[in-house]
């Protein structure tokens, strides 16, 4: 899996190398107990401080979704990724609404708005076939 950073994005560094590990899981790029670069060549060679790197594992470990051991290094989760909860769909709930209200106030509709939801989601699920 590649792992690239836009250096224009209004996005922080840590949020786009999470979000991208969480796509390389859920295309199936990465599978449950494959290995990740380690802290200090992941910053290497992406060009980065490593306590940028560190936060974003930290946040995907906390997350569930990958292992941190000192002795067999950092996985993608062995155990399985996180389940569905509450919680999980109230932050979603609250990520979602300001795009949807966008997406509104730049007139998209309904249908047009939920058909670039599937159409992303179907994107995901192709790269996993390949």
Not at 97 to 123: H, N, Q, W, Y
Request: aromatic share 6%.
């Amino acid at each position: 899996m590649l792992i690239t950073i836009d250096w224009q994005s209004e996005w922080p560094i840590y949020i786009q190398l999470r979000n991208q590990i969480i796509e390389g899981i859920a295309s199936r790029q990465l599978k449950p107990g494959d290995p990740l670069p380690s802290i200090r060549s992941l910053a290497a060679d992406l060009g980065i401080n490593m306590h940028t790197i560190n936060k974003a594992y930290q946040m995907l470990k906390q997350e569930g979704y990958i292992q941190i051991h000192r002795q067999k290094g950092i996985l993608v989760n062995p155990d399985g990724m996180p389940k569905v909860t509450d919680d999980f769909l109230e932050q979603l709930d609250m990520q979602l609404r300001p795009l949807v209200s966008e997406a509104m106030c730049r007139g998209l509709d309904e249908d047009e708005f939920t058909a670039r939801c599937k159409g992303i989601f179907r994107s995901i699920l192709e790269r996993s076939r390949d």
